[in-house]
């Protein structure tokens, strides 16, 4: 089989008759309850609110705002960082954004993309980091990022004179 023909069976073999719905959970040692937002355009009266399944709550209320992710990327001077962009988020962002300045931790940040045929089974990316923010008027702005792994232990032990005598000549 080629390339062409595995990629048509491929794109054959794909329902396309679901639309995906993306969605962003925020969370913060300082706020309650995470913030959860599904993209789109926000409708008073009509479309202001999904409720999708999430782990530990089945009806888990997500807020219709537009938001936009930019991918890393590599240019010629280095690699670019991830961002996360959420218009008109004044009203929902800006007492928890308010709050996490004191903490100096940055936000957790659940990305997850729902298929409407099958929601109970959404694409989910963890451990995201949400740091620098910069809120104006109209958005909050915001670098993505993993957690750096290079300043975790492994494996989950400190190495001390204790408990690894050896690495310290004794």
Do not use: W
Request: net charge negative.
């Amino acid at each position: 089989m080629t390339i062409s023909a595995a990629l048509a069976e491929a794109y054959a073999a794909n329902d396309v008759s679901a639309d995906l719905l993306f969605t962003i959970e925020l969370n913060h040692i300082t706020i309650e309850a995470p913030l959860r937002f599904v993209q789109g355009r926000h409708v008073k009266g009509v479309y202001e609110s999904v409720t999708l399944p999430v782990p530990g709550d089945p009806a888990a209320v997500f807020t219709v705002v537009d938001f936009s992710c930019q991918l890393p990327g590599q240019e010629e001077g280095g690699t670019t960082q991830a961002r996360l962009r959420v218009d008109n988020v004044s009203r929902y962002l800006h007492e928890a954004l308010r709050a996490a300045v004191s903490a100096d931790q940055p936000y957790d940040l659940i990305y997850r993309e729902y298929s409407t045929k099958d929601p109970n089974h959404p694409e989910i990316y963890t451990g995201l980091r949400l740091g620098k923010v910069k809120v104006s008027a109209l958005s909050a702005t915001g670098d993505l990022s993993y957690e750096e792994i290079e300043m975790r232990n492994f494996p989950t032990r400190t190495y001390d004179l204790v408990t690894y005598p050896a690495l310290y000549g004794q």
